[in-house]
């Protein structure tokens, strides 16, 4: 069993940043591939970004492009998301998942414009 903790969402304004966390519990942290999605209000769930166990691959939706950034520290046990230049489009709440099977409970971002 795995347990996926994010933090660090909040409010930023438009052109603003913020890092995400997602702590990971467990000793098989590091044989993850790791996933972020987000959920906008009345919307699916999408994919934001993706990273290899040895963060040797990671992939992007093409509308965080360029803007956000995924890595980890096996070490720690975390996943992190470096958003920048955020958008009011980038509003919804974030959620990590190992495999695409595990998956912690989200954190919310608002940006502002």
């Known amino acids: 069993q795995v347990q996926l903790v994010e933090s660090g969402g909040g409010l930023v304004q438009a052109g603003g940043s913020l890092r995400l966390s997602c702590a990971a519990s467990?000793?098989?942290?590091?044989?993850?591939?790791m996933y972020w999605f987000r959920q906008a209000p009345g919307k699916e769930r999408e994919f934001v970004a993706v990273?290899?166990?040895?963060?040797?691959?990671?992939n992007y939706a093409d509308s965080v492009k360029g803007r956000f950034t995924i890595s980890r520290d096996n070490a720690k046990n975390t996943v992190y998301l470096q958003m920048n230049s955020l958008k009011p489009e980038d509003t919804a709440v974030y959620y990590c998942a190992a495999n695409g099977v595990y998956w912690g409970q989200g954190t919310q971002v608002t940006v502002s414009s």
């Open positions: 990273i290899t166990w040895n963060s040797g691959n990671r």
């Open positions: 467990g000793r098989t942290f590091s044989s993850f591939t």
